[in-house]
């Protein structure tokens, strides 16, 4: 299917292009001080606890992006399938590589600098965050991969994206990168860790907003998909809000309220694309969140 | 407004704080679009004279409190209860904790639509602000 001279200056590809611009390699974030910090951190503060929840904390990274990684090619597909626009299926592609990217990061940390197996993670993997991080996302995208038929395959999409792209990425990832590295940065940690936080939290910023776009695109024409949209939030609500608590530790490393604050403010955001809160996102909104 | 202090979860303190919620400007403004009556939940605190849960169901309205009446749980109606124990009522209604991030910690028992409390977050946490504006003798310090 052509690209057309509207989907060539859509916003879509323009998310496309802008991924193009902001390449960036895992290899090369220099991790070189991490592992002195990394040991400090375990002799100084196991008191706080502060190891135990920075582990906590880049195994949900870890897992999440695995996940991602693993569930974003039905998207492509289905937008294909569904005629959905060539400008979408250019701008997956660098999603796709980017998920895989943002796991290679955590991969290469873990072996590195924590100096352990990935598979340490599951530990620290609890009900909350594997339903709605990994099973619960692997069901809707498996059913996503089997929708036959424009009209089937549309309000599972609009499903899939309110899921990945606005509870996952939206309220979780991005939110949790964001809190991470405030955490980190103003102790002066992990500049490496850091650093990884900072390009992915980037990356993560125009997936969202791609989601923005879709659900508003798609609720603008099918006003019975906001329903779609609203169901799938009041469903995972509950266990985001039991993985963000699971942060509240007595001597918390990040900032529970304000990451709560944030949550709040992307799930609000989300909704409002999708025509929930009766407000309209402005243009400088969306381009706010894929700048960044 | 009575300047005498009540304790909360009474009858005279549901009525100030109905008062309290008229008065807001900035709660009316905030919950232009709240149109659900709301019940909170104080958990039974034998030691400090509720031997049984109690409610605070308030009829609330595009920024209006039509009623705040206490009432037994069993007799709730509201679509929205939020519930919590004594501890974390009363730093809520000192403003040291907001609802939603005592909701988010888990502090605050939900039932009803969290999405729809989520997307009226400004509107809850302006509702638990005014009790801040109650003349309040709270139990355990008298
Ligand atoms: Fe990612
Ligand atoms: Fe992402």
């Known amino acids: 299917m052509p690209l057309t001279a509207a989907q060539f200056t859509s916003p879509y590809f323009s998310l496309y292009s802008k991924a193009k611009q902001l390449h960036w390699d895992p290899a090369d974030v220099d991790l070189s001080a991490d592992r002195a910090q990394w040991a400090m951190i375990k002799r100084e503060h196991a008191g706080e606890r502060y190891d135990e929840q920075i582990l906590r904390l880049t195994s949900l990274f870890y897992e999440g992006e695995e996940s991602v990684t693993r569930t974003l090619a039905p998207f492509c597909s289905a937008v294909s399938r569904a005629g959905l626009g060539v400008d979408k299926e250019l701008f997956l592609t660098t999603q796709l590589y980017e998920e895989a990217k943002h796991f290679d990061f955590f991969a290469r940390y873990f072996a590195e600098v924590f100096e352990v197996d990935g598979a340490i993670t599951r530990q620290y993997i609890t009900p909350a965050p594997q339903a709605v991080l990994i099973a619960d996302l692997e069901e809707v995208t498996e059913r996503l991969r089997r929708a036959e038929g424009r009209d089937r395959i549309i309000p599972v999409f609009a499903e899939s994206v309110t899921h990945y792209m606005g509870v996952v990425e939206a309220m979780l990832a991005r939110t949790g990168y964001v809190g991470a590295h405030d955490a980190l940065a103003t102790r002066g940690w992990l500049p490496g860790l850091q650093e990884g936080f900072r390009l992915v939290k980037r990356d993560e910023g125009r997936h969202v907003t791609f989601g923005m776009r879709c659900i508003a695109e798609l609720t603008a024409e099918r006003p019975e998909l906001r329903e779609v949209v609203s169901a799938t939030f009041e469903r995972h609500l509950p266990n985001v809000l039991a993985t963000v608590a699971e942060f509240d530790y007595p001597q918390p490393l990040v900032d529970i309220d304000k990451l709560s604050a944030y949550a709040l403010a992307q799930y609000q955001r989300f909704a409002a694309a999708a025509g929930l809160g009766g407000e309209v996102l402005s243009e400088a909104e969306y381009a706010e969140e894929g700048d960044r | ?142």
């Open chain 2, 1 to 142: 407004m009575s300047a005498v202090a009540h304790r909360p979860f009474t009858p005279e303190w549901a009525a100030a704080f109905q008062d309290a919620i008229e008065a807001d400007m900035t709660y009316r403004e905030l919950a232009a679009k709240w149109t659900w009556p709301v019940a909170l939940v104080l958990d039974a605190a034998p030691e400090l004279g509720y031997p049984d849960a109690v409610a605070v169901e308030l009829t609330l309205d595009r920024g209006r409190c039509h009623g705040a009446v206490i009432r037994h749980t069993d007799a709730v109606t509201a679509p929205f209860v939020l519930r919590a124990p004594y501890a974390t009522w009363k730093l809520v209604m000192r403003g040291e904790l907001d609802p939603l991030a005592g909701v988010t910690r888990g502090r605050i028992g939900v039932k009803g639509s969290l999405a729809t409390l989520m997307m009226h977050a400004r509107s809850a946490s302006a509702l638990c602000a005014c009790a801040r504006a109650v003349p309040t003798r709270f139990p355990d310090e008298s």
